[in-house]
């Protein structure tokens, strides 16, 4: 009862005319800065930061604002995937996989309205998960030591064959390239410069957003210019169909078990800091890829793959605010933000919060539930207008890409050594689509595989090198357990499967 | 009327003895520029948004401050572009902090040195703690060092900058007041911020936490962790109070993580006696107190040639402790 009074006064707060209008200027430049690739809500919200405290906002107001950018931004991540088979943010990376083959079946305004339907059960979702469990989950993200982490990614990157599976060895190696570009910089354990050639701009290491937009923007500009004017010219621009604005019901009645199991999935990962957002859709999809893709519809335009990753994301970043607020410790980059905020109005995160500015706490929540709302009556009926970019014909679409790449990483980092790394990341994106080399597994290797390593090598120098301190706890045990069986599985699983398809289609050919 | 107004506004603000510092009126800038050396949100960007803001709102500067992001190589980047194109910008400040020191003496800004640019003003300071968690063995600082110093690897110390950054040193400045000879055998865990290294100081993977005074206040104020010592010369203000000192324990290990600005190397003397001024002026008023409270800033108030030998001790300093851990030869 407590807690609905709480949350009860927490409206009461949220709801003033202005507190609304922020949120809905936060949802709406959100959306638009989640959808442009290069400005994902990281930046997004740091961009922002200068506006709120030129209004003079109070930490309420301010914080709705930054928050509805936030959620906002993880929104609109998605229409690029799904329209350009470019990623608005990091997150929105898996939508991809099946956003776009959607949008090039004509399917692309169900898959942007299922989508928007999926992000705001996923945030909904994890948002009162944050009001019920807030103070509990604390105690889980304690339970994850350096050990525990490092089983925990390399379950992950245990289940990354599941992504593509098309060719095993190609994501494999795009997994290897991925983690070898992670150890480019300083490496933080000793202080040490690794690959990085005496080059001062590569001490920070590669940033992923640079890599991002390199391998997935630009490339897609250099395929546009390499076919122009060729025959391939029509068959690789945007299909002009748009079809249905509206899922069908059976469509979204398919995807209620996947939005269920995925929004608790990405909620976890959220909570647990170092993990976030990218995990969250990353694990959704391709525990959703395992469980019920029996027909091997992912990749080629299945809906639950456009679900999955979408409720995923966004639970997620529900997710991600509850070490922010109750620890002080951020569970994503943009979290990370939104600290430094926190800290600049004098709210001090942690786990005295709750006690001592129950108002910006409860008045945050509720400005998330109000924000969700919008962003859903925002985006369903906006989605007749974005599929209108496909009617955009390439030669005008692609320079208009580019220069926003351009554009957009030049803003964040201000060096031009920045944009000469996208380029390089742009023609070996080229080259790597050329050869038919997935490019999902390249940055979940430079995501993953940064964090992966340095746990390991805490981990063993609070053991003082002994190795055995990786399955030391009953938590590490059961992730090792799972990824092992993760791994091997599929392996039996899909040969079997694949010998079964083989003989349908022989089935069906003669 | 413009001048009038400004001259009202600075000795209201500013109480009368500061008025006498008022501008010289020698250099007058027509825009002002802040480079942060990093992405925005950090702590760089903090500085100079806030800095720009307050002298903005104390009409201390002409319009608003610009503030550029310039990321890359820990602040590397932005050094090198000052030195090489922007040398004599008069209206140019750039914000630094304790990691710029730590990264000039360990030579990872490649063929920059101090004396390249001159050095304004610090902005306040945010002291240094040593911590444990509340359940902890240890109640004190020798307690926790003499343990270190009979078997190094049964206390794995974490702290929210890389090996060889801020947070290892301090700890390693400790421990080497204390009469442990062999600083290498200190075991130092990184983590990427503060928070991270306090969660698992609670999960039980640390024995003890190096870090910020501010990046400790909410777990202390929550009862989960206690202070053992805080690396000021003497007790800090206010609620902060109650923390003691390493100096009063015997152990003269001070440690404080300034924040403050740079300028080009070959700025005149007139802009940099007019940007030393500024920001000695906006240090003394109200207006600058507040928002040091709110963002957990302790005083530090070293302007000009004094900030000047100061960076320049403080590196000296850490080449020398970097050199014995084995970070540079």
């Known amino acids: ?510 | 009327m413009a001048s009038i107004a400004r001259r009202t506004t600075l000795s209201l603000l500013a109480g009368t003895a500061l008025v006498i510092a008022a501008p010289v009126a020698a250099f007058e800038p027509e825009r002002t520029e802040c480079i942060a050396p990093a992405n925005p949100g950090g702590g760089w960007d903090f500085t100079c948004r806030q800095v720009g803001k307050t002298l903005q709102d104390l009409d201390l500067i002409p319009g608003t401050m610009q503030v550029t992001n310039l990321s890359g190589g820990g602040g590397g980047v932005a050094f090198a572009q000052v030195v090489n194109k922007r040398n004599d910008d008069d209206n140019l400040v750039v914000a630094a902090s304790t990691a710029t020191a730590t990264r000039l003496a360990q030579g990872a800004y490649p063929g920059n040195s101090m004396d390249q640019v001159r050095w304004l003003g610090t902005i306040g300071a945010d002291y240094g703690v040593i911590a444990v968690a509340a359940d902890s063995e240890y109640d004190d600082l020798p307690s926790l060092l003499d343990a270190m110093q009979e078997d190094p690897t049964s206390i794995s110390v974490g702290g929210g900058s890389a090996v060889g950054g801020w947070d290892h040193l301090k700890v390693l400045i400790a421990a080497q007041e204390s009469g442990i000879e062999d600083v290498r055998s200190v075991k130092y865990i990184a983590f990427p911020g503060g928070g991270e290294a306090v969660t698992q100081l609670l999960a039980g993977s640390l024995q003890a936490f190096s870090g910020d005074l501010s990046e400790a206040k909410g777990f202390v104020d929550s009862g989960d962790i206690k202070v053992l010592a805080v690396l000021s010369p003497e007790r800090l203000e206010g609620e902060f109070s109650e923390f003691p000192t390493a100096t009063e324990q015997g152990i003269e290990a001070i440690g404080a993580n300034w924040r403050g600005f740079y300028a080009p190397g070959e700025m005149s003397d007139d802009a940099y006696n007019w940007w030393v001024d500024q920001l000695d002026t906006m240090y003394d008023t109200e207006e600058w107190k507040a928002v040091m409270e709110t963002n957990g800033l302790a005083p530090l108030d070293l302007h000009g040639e004094e900030f000047e030998a100061f960076v320049n001790d403080s590196i000296s300093q850490i080449e020398t402790l970097s050199k014995e851990i084995g970070l540079i030869n």
């Open chain 1, 1 to 510: 009862m407590e807690l609905l009074a709480s949350l009860g006064d927490g409206f009461a707060i949220a709801i003033s005319w202005q507190n609304l209008l922020y949120a809905l200027l936060g949802c709406l430049l959100g959306t638009i800065m989640g959808a442009l690739p290069g400005l994902g809500p990281s930046n997004g919200v740091a961009i922002l930061i200068p506006l709120a405290f030129t209004l003079g906002l109070d930490a309420t107001g301010a914080l709705i604002l930054l928050t509805s950018v936030y959620y906002g931004a993880m929104y609109g991540g998605r229409i690029s995937s799904i329209l350009l088979n470019i990623p608005g943010d990091e997150p929105a990376m898996m939508t991809c996989l099946d956003g776009y083959p959607m949008a090039r079946k004509g399917q692309a305004g169900e898959a942007l309205a299922l989508s928007g339907i999926a992000s705001f059960v996923g945030a909904f979702l994890s948002t009162c998960g944050l009001v019920l469990l807030a103070p509990q989950l604390v105690k889980v993200a304690l339970l994850f030591g350096p050990a525990e982490y490092f089983a925990l990614f390399a379950l992950a990157f245990a289940t990354l064959g599941g992504i593509s599976a098309k060719n095993q060895a190609k994501s494999l190696f795009a997994a290897a390239l991925g983690i070898m570009l992670a150890m480019i910089g300083v490496d933080t354990q000793t202080g040490v410069p690794r690959f990085t050639f005496g080059e001062v701009h590569l001490y920070d290491g590669i940033d992923f957003l640079v890599a991002i937009v390199g391998l997935f923007a630009l490339s897609e500009v250099f395929i546009f210019l390499e076919h122009r004017g060729t025959e391939k010219d029509a068959t690789t621009g945007p299909r002009m169909e748009i079809g249905r604005i509206t899922p069908t019901w059976p469509m979204i009645q398919s995807c209620i078990p996947t939005m269920g199991r995925t929004s608790i999935l990405g909620f976890i990962s959220g909570v647990l800091p170092g993990a976030g957002a990218s995990l969250g859709s990353f694990v959704s999809y391709s525990m959703e890829k395992k469980l019920v893709d029996r027909d091997g519809t992912f990749g080629t335009g299945d809906p639950r793959g456009v679900a999955a990753p979408e409720t995923g994301n966004n639970a997620a970043a529900g997710g991600a605010l509850v070490p922010m607020l109750a620890l002080g410790v951020p569970g994503s980059g943009t979290t990370a933000v939104l600290l430094a905020v926190l800290l600049a109005l004098n709210i001090t995160p942690g786990p005295l919060l709750f006690q001592q500015n129950p108002d910006v706490v409860w008045g945050l929540i509720a400005a998330l539930f109000i924000g969700n709302f919008m962003l859903l009556a925002l985006n369903i009926p906006m989605v007749g207008l974005f599929t209108r970019v496909l009617m955009v014909p390439p030669r005008i679409l692609m320079p208009i890409v580019a220069m926003i790449s351009f554009v957009g990483i030049y803003g964040i980092s201000g060096s031009s050594f920045d944009l000469m790394v996208m380029l390089i990341f742009g023609v070996a994106g080229w080259a790597l689509r050329k050869l038919e080399v997935p490019l999902v597994p390249i940055i979940l290797g430079t995501l993953l595989g940064n964090e992966m390593e340095v746990n390991f090598r805490r981990a063993v120098t609070i053991a003082d090198g002994d190795y055995s301190v990786l399955i030391s706890s009953p938590l590490t045990i059961v992730l090792w357990a799972i990824a092992i069986i993760g791994f091997i599985i599929p392996i039996f699983v899909s040969s079997t499967l694949r010998r079964k398809m083989k003989k349908d289609e022989r089935d069906l050919t003669d």
